[in-house]
């Protein structure tokens, strides 16, 4: 039986928000135009639409399956499943990929929090070597970092603690609308800003000689995959909160429909905002785009302060609803495996996820040990966490949720579940042919492009 600590979502509707809010992070703000950047432009945005519903939509369907059939997080849904087997050690992994995430996630997010303030302000400087010196002293400030962390995870644990309808539901439905209309508006304001047609003609105008690039394949594979927040469990769980009455295929596809939105929305925001200033590279990404090159671009716009401050409240917002699922993850293995309270199982993983997180949060200078990795293990630990979590948890996590599905609980079950209650859904078939042969070919070519460096 099902523990009273878990819930229901209120509406479907509530249920496409949590979801959106889980697969809409940072990722889709600056990883989605980095990787744009890095993949040559608009024949990025092409392969990654398709890798987004060919590849990983199934898997994504597939995992809101698992949750549904079995109204259990992410371990009990493989022991319900596959009992006295091993499988449940997928659901483990998501477990401790929820936490593992968030634990340098969360330090990302403080940065951001921290940012609309000194942005407001005009206190990042206007240079590049400004704003470049600026974001190494901020981050080099251990007890400010530290503690913008805790408290972005501390918003996290109050959204958590009101539960699934009260607590997660009531806060995604509040943020995704705000978050949606606030990329409008930024949008809006980038496309009219001197040099927006030269950015959107590289976002729009695709070099197809580069389609069948490898480099640019993999990267799509990876960001779509990364971007609907696969394999790490949390699919699993807020599919088990699903009435069995709710179209699952249906509010899956809105989900899908809505992140890759968000994404190529952002895309509206930093090609035609960074175009609008002579020497931007647009491969630059990740914080170095965020934390040193927008700030550049905001200081030179009419109203920059408003436009940049603006941009870093978007940012939170995308961050929490995101931060929301990574702990919930284990906050529902808690509840059903151990029969835990809400409130104690919230309390103890943010305790145990603040300590994880401070090494991240005092490896970007602030310790010098903590900060100066190899490339290849990301530079500092912040970094090392990242590789460890994204580049090859999450990609087992996903290439072994669509073998068991696939082949160990079966399709004839799985297509059981997404048509319960004579749901429609496009079409089963395609779905089967995707899930048990495109998907987990698909995710094997990611996690090999990501450890052939390692022997290369």
Known sequence: ??????????????????????????????????????????????????????????????????????????????????????????GALGVMC???????????????????????????????????????????SGPLTVGLTLGFLLVTAACILGGVRAGIERVT??????????????????????GAAEGLKYYLRPDFSRIFDVNVLT?????????????????????????PKDNLGVAALWVILLDTAIALLAGFIIFPTGF?????????????????VLPQLFATLPGGALFGSAFFVLLAMA????????LEVPVAHCIDEYEWTRKKAVVVLIGVTFTLSIPSALGNGAVASLSNFSAALGGNFLGLMAIVWNNYALPIGGFLISI???????LPKAIEELTAENAWFPSTGL???????VSPAAILLIFLSAIWPLFS
């Open 1 to 90: 039986m099902a523990s009273p600590e878990r819930g229901m979502w209120g509406s479907r509707m509530g249920f496409i928000f949590a979801a959106a809010g889980s697969a809409v992070g940072l990722g889709n703000i600056w990883g989605f135009p980095t990787q744009v950047g890095q993949g040559g432009g608009a024949v990025f945005v092409l392969v990654y639409l398709f890798c987004v519903f060919f590849v990983c939509a199934p898997i994504f369907i597939s995992e809101l399956i698992l949750g549904r059939r079995t109204q259990r997080g992410a371990v009990g849904a493989f022991a319900a499943l596959a009992p006295k087997t091993k499988w449940w050690m997928v």
């Open 98 to 140: 929820g936490v593992g995430i968030l634990s340098f996630y969360a330090v990302i997010a403080g940065w951001t929090v921290a940012y609309i303030y000194f942005t407001a302000v005009g206190g990042l400087g206007s240079s590049a070597d400004e704003v470049s010196a600026f974001f190494g002293t901020f981050t080099a």
């Open 173 to 194: 439905k509040t943020l995704m609308p705000l978050l949606i209309v606030l990329l409008l508006i930024l949008a809006a304001r980038a496309l009219t800003l001197p």
């Open 219 to 243: 990267a799509a594979l990876g960001q779509a995959f990364f971007s609907l927040s696969l394999g790490m469990g949390a699919l699993i769980v807020y599919g088990s909160y699903l009435n």
């Open 276 to 292: 609008s200033i002579e020497g931007f590279d647009p491969s630059t990404g990740g914080p170095g785009l965020i934390f040193t």
């Open 319 to 326: 961050a929490l609803t995101s931060t929301i699922s990574l």
């Open 404 to 410: 068991f599905v696939a082949y160990r609980f079966g």
């Open 431 to 437: 779905w089967g042919f995707l899930i048990r042969t």
